[in-house]
T-cell receptor
Framework: GAVVSQHPSWVICKSGTSVKIECRSL??????MFWYRQFPKQSLMLMAT?????????EQGVEKDKFLINHASLTLSTLTVTSAHPEDSSFYIC????????????FGQGTRLTVV | GDSVTQMEGPVTLSEEAFLTINCTYT??????LFWYVQYPGEGLQLLLK?????DKGSNKGFEATYRKETTSFHLEKGSVQVSDSAVYFC????????????FGSGTRLSIRP
């Protein structure tokens, strides 16, 4: 299957700083990328959907000014957690899809963010 | 809205036991159904999928059949191994161009040697 690479795999940052997570589709063009958040022992919660070249669509309850998503190219999307706080500590996973409709989405390996 | 209800875990089995993890869904139209697996410290991997009623998805000895009449997509494996220990997520995706994947709560599976 297609490969989605997420970087970094883990990051520790201080409260108040910003952290950027990258999601790349290595061997296909991702017209749509999804960002999920996973709390310990819980399911994945969709945070936002981004389409290349347009603004991301955020799920209800997700602060778009805190979680900045940029999908500037067909192979790269970034999630920036701004002014991070300990409650932002979580496992963040991206997913990428190449087309519309019934096409498969591929997942990155996830990024574990710890805010101290 | 669309939703997925998944058997709660954790599930602990002995090696070579038979596995069933139940999954039912609520959706309009004809969604695609998936099982994803997450090994410790890793992201999700697609395990199997089915895109229409009566389809059977299979991979690595796991199987699931898309049952529209019971709105179910139960995961089964005849003989589990220690290496199958992971968290399993049932998921669905609608067919519209704006469809997103909706996940169940996940079932943690532990296999004893």
């Amino acid at each position: 299957g297609a490969v989605v690479s997420q970087h970094p795999s883990w990051v520790i940052c201080k409260s108040g700083t910003s952290v950027k997570i990258e999601c790349r589709s290595l061997d296909f063009q991702a017209t749509t990328m999804f960002w999920y958040r996973q709390f310990p022992k819980q399911s994945l919660m969709l945070m936002a959907t981004s389409n290349e070249g347009s603004k991301a669509t955020y799920e209800q309850g997700v602060e778009k000014d805190k979680f900045l998503i940029n999908h500037a190219s067909l192979t790269l999307s970034t999630l920036t957690v701004t002014s991070a706080h300990p409650e932002d500590s979580s496992f963040y996973i991206c997913s990428a899809r190449s087309g519309v409709g019934n096409t498969e989405a591929f997942f990155g390996q996830g990024t574990r963010l710890t805010v101290v | 809205g669309d939703s997925v209800t998944q058997m709660e875990g954790p599930v602990t089995l002995s090696e070579e036991a038979f596995l069933t993890i139940n999954c039912t869904y609520t959706a309009t139209g004809y969604p695609s159904l998936f099982w994803y697996v997450q090994y410790p410290g890793e992201g999700l991997q697609l395990l199997l999928k089915a895109t229409k009623a009566d389809d059977k998805g299979s991979n690595k000895g796991f199987e699931a059949t898309y049952r529209k009449e019971t709105t179910s997509f139960h995961l089964e494996k005849g003989s589990v191994q220690v290496s199958d220990s992971a968290v399993y997520f049932c998921a669905l995706r609608g067919y519209s161009s704006a469809s997103k994947i909706i996940f169940g709560s996940g079932t943690r599976l532990s296999i004893r040697p």
